[in-house]
């Protein structure tokens, strides 16, 4: 008994010299760190989203190396930790904790809504800045140390109308939105709110539920009857399949218009006919293919050192990083400064910020955490999608 | 004219429901058990064919007769290993839940072999579509040939069951199980025969479902078979041609319910309506109390 005695004390006295070296090491750590903001990323890098998660890690990397690269942000430089959440809330919370050991001052993340959404109550806690790049659910922006670069669910709505009334793609709209499902509803109402400014007309708004979603000829008849020369779809590509099949049947060939969930049309049905979806219009926030300098130069830079193409959540990622060093710059934040100083101050920043991204000219934020910028689209095009 | 086409669309739709509820109502008016995995039968039917159509590339008659041929004995063995054991359970229950078991089941085996991505599906019609009021009003072939089916086959299956002698079993079966049984008829095999006519019927009307709306993953059979047993009742269970005007008139009503009403509570139209012809008249649009059952 007594030997065990001592060797729980001894057990005991090492692990108390070993945390306190732990302390040591932090202590030292973060004092280094006053030349650098640390910016802590979380996403999915590995399992079944880890092509969002990559994206972002590769996209917010290409942009620290090249802000440091032309001499950081008011003479500090950027480092950033990326840590893996395997598309799991819990281990979202875990990989923050990690990042908050490593000393992290700025949140990158989480790249998915859900995740997102756990890790806000955290950043809340410890009033630290949180930006997400791609969380699209109306909660990932909670609180008021939280924003994001995409745009949430339900504005996509208002950014459809934006697009067809600013562009004059039609001057009769039809609406068949899904009124069993949240976030096809959520877009409805905020397209039909946008719209209400815009120079067309809603001619037609039908419903379908999750329970009638095979036969869509009396909405279709519908529009057709109104006059509606473009029908907008905020559905998912499964049932907007069936509507383009049916639409073809009966011979009516209005253009389409969707939003992130057809997003899959192409590829998501399996032995689906693609030429039906010939010239449908969807929302999204890059084209790779767009030729406008910064996205030529983006997409060269990312394919030379990550041998793809970037993705919408590569773009998303890209202005994040730029929208951050706008806002220290904008608020004089110093990497010195304890991170509910810096929350506080790029807080005050972000709503006043302008940046000319990848996803937009002069996207600005409102203090509520979400963006304001004129929405772009892409067609579908011989099978693939082209920039409009 | 748009009357008229929500007309031709309702009659469409109606003759799918037409179609499964055939099914139904047989299975039901002999072996007096409520198959819900009926739907899920039909789902698979689609399946077989869309996978000898589609991934082998075979024509489609050759995918439609598979189909038929799998669902018979799927139905045969469905019957035999859930149905058949608990056919003398105390409680009528335990066979419906049961059904509701081998419903999951199906779907799940079925989402374990095809995934969960949806599947266009080829349809297996090659009828060109009729072309009314010089052209402004269609018809299309997959609504010309389900009408066609479900008339052939209401007409076979009376003839079987008046004319034959496994017809007059199946009657017989469905009036009293113990008299039919002493007076020398197979039970166990008329049911059984019962199911594998019902399901070769759903492989049917799996095939003419996808190929009128032609999206299939492993839960496309569900709804369309939960409106078909509605249909069913409200033709009047039990009674051949009721389901056929049941499926037809329900897909009417919920054509005209989401046109002329509103799409968004077109279903909850749909069931106040049923509730109300069940209120006036209890078996249904053609059920009768007890003489004849199918």
Same mark, same amino acid.
């Given at each position: 008994?007594?030997?065990?005695?001592?060797?729980?004390?001894?057990?005991?006295?090492?692990?108390?010299?070993?945390?306190?070296?732990?302390?040591? !090491?932090?202590?030292?750590?973060?004092?280094?760190?006053?030349?650098?903001?640390?910016?802590?990323?979380?996403?999915?890098?590995?399992?079944?989203?880890?092509?969002?998660?990559?994206?972002?890690?590769?996209?917010? #990397?290409?942009?620290?190396?090249?802000?440091?690269?032309?001499?950081?942000?008011?003479?500090?430089?950027?480092?950033?930790?990326?840590?893996?959440?395997?598309?799991?809330?819990?281990?979202?919370? *875990?990989?923050?904790?990690?990042?908050?050991?490593?000393?992290? #001052?700025?949140?990158?993340?989480?790249?998915?809504?859900?995740?997102?959404?756990?890790?806000?109550?955290?950043?809340?806690?410890?009033?630290?800045?949180?930006?997400?790049?791609?969380?699209?659910?109306?909660?990932?922006?909670?609180?008021?140390?939280?924003?994001?670069?995409?745009?949430?669910?339900?504005?996509?709505?208002? /950014?459809?109308?934006?697009?067809?009334?600013?562009?004059?793609?039609?001057?009769?709209?039809?609406?068949?939105?899904?009124?069993?499902?949240?976030? !096809?509803?959520?877009?409805?109402?905020?397209?039909?709110?946008?719209?209400?400014?815009?120079?067309? +007309?809603?001619?037609?708004?039908? /419903?379908? @539920?999750?329970?009638?979603?095979?036969?869509?000829?009396?909405?279709?008849?519908?529009?057709?009857?109104?006059?509606?020369?473009?029908?907008?779809?905020?559905?998912?590509? #499964?049932?907007?399949?069936?509507?383009?099949? #049916?639409? *073809?049947?009966?011979?009516?060939?209005?253009?389409?218009?969707?939003?992130?969930?057809?997003?899959?049309?192409?590829?998501?049905?399996?032995?689906?006919?693609?030429?039906?979806? +010939?010239?449908?219009?969807?929302?999204?926030?890059?084209?790779?293919?767009? @030729?406008?300098?910064?996205?030529?130069?983006?997409?060269?830079?990312?394919?030379?050192?990550?041998? +793809?193409?970037?993705?919408?959540?590569?773009?998303?990622?890209?202005?994040?990083?730029?929208?951050?060093?706008?806002?220290?710059?904008?608020?004089?934040?110093?990497?010195?400064?304890?991170? !509910?100083?810096?929350?506080?101050?790029?807080?005050? /920043?972000?709503?006043?910020?302008?940046?000319?991204?990848?996803?937009?000219?002069?996207?600005?934020?409102?203090? @509520?955490?979400?963006?304001?910028?004129?929405?772009?689209?892409?067609?579908?095009?011989?099978? /693939?999608?082209?920039?409009? | 004219?748009?009357?008229?086409?929500?007309?031709?669309?309702?009659?469409?739709?109606?003759?799918?429901?037409?179609?499964?509820?055939? %099914?139904?109502?047989?299975?039901?008016? $002999? =072996?007096?058990?409520?198959?819900? &995995?009926?739907?899920?039968?039909?789902?698979? %039917?689609?399946?077989?064919?869309?996978?000898?159509?589609?991934?082998?590339?075979?024509?489609?008659?050759? %995918?439609?007769?598979?189909?038929?041929?799998?669902?018979?004995?799927?139905?045969?063995?469905?019957?035999?290993?859930?149905?058949?054991?608990?056919?003398?359970?105390?409680?009528?229950?335990?066979?419906?839940?049961?059904?509701?078991?081998?419903?999951?089941?199906?779907?799940?085996?079925?989402?374990?072999?095809?995934?969960?991505?949806?599947?266009?599906?080829?349809?297996?019609?090659?009828?060109?579509?009729?072309?009314?009021?010089?052209?402004? $009003?269609?018809?299309?072939?997959?609504?010309?040939?389900?009408?066609?089916?479900?008339?052939?086959?209401?007409?076979?299956?009376?003839?079987?069951?008046?004319?034959?002698? &496994?017809?007059?079993?199946?009657?017989?079966?469905?009036?009293?199980?113990? &008299?039919?049984?002493?007076?020398?008829?197979?039970?166990?095999?008329?049911?059984?025969?019962?199911? =594998?006519?019902?399901?070769?019927?759903? &492989?049917?009307?799996?095939?003419?479902?996808?190929?009128?709306?032609?999206?299939?993953?492993?839960?496309?059979?569900?709804?369309?078979?939960?409106?078909?047993?509605?249909?069913?009742?409200?033709?009047?269970? %039990?009674?051949?041609?009721?389901?056929?005007?049941?499926?037809?008139?329900?897909?009417?009503?919920?054509?005209?319910?989401?046109?002329?009403?509103?799409?968004?509570?077109?279903?909850?139209?749909?069931?106040?309506?049923?509730?109300?012809?069940?209120?006036?008249?209890?078996?249904?649009?053609?059920?009768?109390?007890?003489?004849?059952?199918?």
């Amino acid at each position: 008994m007594k030997k065990f005695n001592k060797f729980v004390s001894v057990a005991l006295a090492s692990a108390m010299v070993l945390s306190m070296a732990g302390c040591g !090491s932090d202590a030292s750590q973060s004092g280094s760190s006053s030349d650098a903001f640390k910016i802590g990323g979380i996403g999915p890098t590995t399992g079944g989203a880890a092509a969002y998660g990559l994206a972002v890690q590769n996209a917010a #990397q290409l942009a620290v190396d090249e802000i440091n690269a032309a001499g950081g942000v008011n003479g500090y430089k950027f480092e950033l930790n990326f840590q893996d959440d395997e598309l799991d809330a819990e281990k979202s919370v *875990n990989a923050y904790n990690t990042l908050k050991d490593w000393g992290a #001052q700025i949140i990158l993340g989480s790249v998915t809504s859900g995740c997102c959404i756990a890790v806000t109550d955290k950043t809340k806690e410890d009033n630290m800045f949180q930006l997400t790049p791609s969380g699209s659910a109306v909660a990932c922006t909670q609180y008021d140390n939280n924003f994001r670069v995409c745009f949430s669910d339900p504005a996509q709505g208002a /950014a459809s109308a934006q697009y067809i009334g600013e562009n004059g793609l039609a001057s009769k709209v039809a609406i068949i939105y899904d009124s069993s499902d949240t976030y !096809s509803t959520g877009i409805y109402e905020s397209f039909v709110s946008g719209a209400a400014s815009q120079s067309f +007309e809603i001619v037609s708004e039908e /419903a379908f @539920t999750a329970d009638s979603k095979t036969d869509f000829s009396v909405q279709l008849q519908k529009a057709q009857d109104a006059g509606a020369d473009l029908i907008f779809l905020p559905i998912y590509y #499964q049932e907007a399949s069936l509507i383009l099949t #049916q639409a *073809n049947g009966m011979g009516y060939a209005p253009k389409f218009f969707g939003v992130d969930g057809m997003d899959g049309i192409l590829t998501g049905v399996d032995n689906f006919d693609k030429s039906l979806a +010939e010239g449908v219009m969807l929302l999204t926030p890059f084209a790779a293919d767009a @030729t406008d300098d910064m996205t030529v130069k983006f997409v060269a830079a990312y394919q030379e050192k990550f041998g +793809e193409i970037p993705n919408q959540f590569a773009a998303d990622s890209y202005d994040a990083i730029y929208a951050i060093k706008a806002a220290i710059e904008k608020s004089g934040v110093k990497p010195s400064d304890s991170v !509910s100083d810096i929350c506080e101050g790029l807080k005050g /920043a972000f709503v006043e910020i302008s940046i000319d991204g990848l996803t937009g000219e002069g996207i600005v934020w409102d203090a @509520t955490g979400e963006p304001n910028k004129a929405p772009k689209a892409v067609i579908i095009e011989n099978g /693939a999608y082209k920039a409009m | 004219m748009s009357f008229l086409k929500y007309l031709i669309s309702g009659i469409s739709l109606g003759s799918v429901y037409a179609l499964i509820a055939l %099914g139904y109502t047989m299975v039901y008016g $002999i =072996a007096k058990m409520l198959n819900f &995995a009926h739907g899920d039968v039909i789902m698979i %039917g689609a399946f077989t064919t869309y996978t000898i159509c589609s991934t082998l590339g075979l024509p489609p008659v050759i %995918g439609v007769l598979a189909a038929v041929i799998l669902c018979t004995f799927l139905g045969m063995g469905i019957e035999r290993v859930a149905y058949k054991p608990l056919r003398k359970a105390a409680s009528p229950l335990a066979v419906l839940i049961t059904a509701i078991g081998v419903s999951y089941l199906l779907q799940n085996i079925a989402l374990l072999i095809f995934g969960a991505n949806t599947k266009a599906f080829a349809s297996v019609v090659s009828f060109p579509a009729l072309e009314l009021a010089d052209g402004s $009003i269609t018809v299309s072939g997959e609504t010309i040939v389900t009408i066609l089916s479900c008339i052939v086959i209401m007409i076979c299956l009376m003839l079987f069951i008046h004319k034959t002698k &496994a017809g007059q079993a199946m009657l017989a079966v469905s009036e009293d199980k113990g &008299a039919a049984q002493l007076m020398g008829i197979n039970v166990n095999g008329t049911i059984a025969l019962t199911f =594998a006519i019902g399901s070769a019927l759903a &492989a049917i009307a799996g095939v003419l479902l996808c190929s009128a709306y032609p999206s299939l993953n492993p839960y496309t059979g569900s709804m369309p078979g939960i409106k078909a047993f509605v249909a069913a009742v409200f033709g009047g269970i %039990g009674s051949i041609p009721g389901a056929f005007i049941g499926g037809i008139l329900l897909g009417i009503i919920e054509i005209f319910a989401k046109a002329y009403i509103s799409s968004q509570v077109a279903d909850a139209i749909v069931f106040a309506v049923l509730i109300i012809v069940l209120l006036i008249k209890p078996t249904g649009i053609l059920g009768r109390n007890v003489q004849e059952k199918v």
